[in-house]
């Protein structure tokens, strides 16, 4: 069993910046990656990067100019850096995990990022 807790959302100016942080407890073996989602009202889900066990980042084409993510393997941290923020960032930002199976079993609550023009 894995429990997700996001922080860092709030409020923030176009062209701002927020780091959001998904810190993790508890162990389930068959996970293999953090990957960050957000959800604006009306909107579908949108996958928005992805940092794998061993390392490796990779984050949507639609942001990757201005997001990136990392993480601290000693605090079973994933961060996820926003920078020039626009208001179409706008939504609640999700932490899940990805397992072998191709699932995401375990989600964090959300955390709401608002950019104001």
């Known amino acids: 069993q894995v429990h997700l807790v996001e922080s860092g959302g709030g409020l923030a100016q176009a062209g701002g910046s927020l780091r959001l942080s998904c810190a993790a407890s508890?162990?389930?073996?068959?996970?293999?990656?953090t990957d960050w989602y957000r959800q604006a009202p009306g909107n579908e889900r949108e996958w928005v990067a992805r940092?794998?066990?061993?390392?490796?980042?990779t984050v949507a084409d639609s942001v990757k100019d201005r997001f990136s993510v990392s993480r601290d393997s000693a605090r079973n941290t994933v961060f996820l850096q926003m920078n020039n923020l626009k208001p179409e960032d706008t939504a609640v930002y999700y932490c899940?995990?990805?397992?072998?199976?191709?699932?995401?079993?375990?989600w964090g609550q959300g955390t709401q990022v608002t950019v104001s023009s």
């Open positions: 899940a995990t990805l397992t072998r199976y191709g699932t995401s079993p375990y």
């Open positions: 508890g162990s389930d073996y068959s996970i293999i990656a």
């Open positions: 940092m794998t066990v061993d390392g490796r980042p």
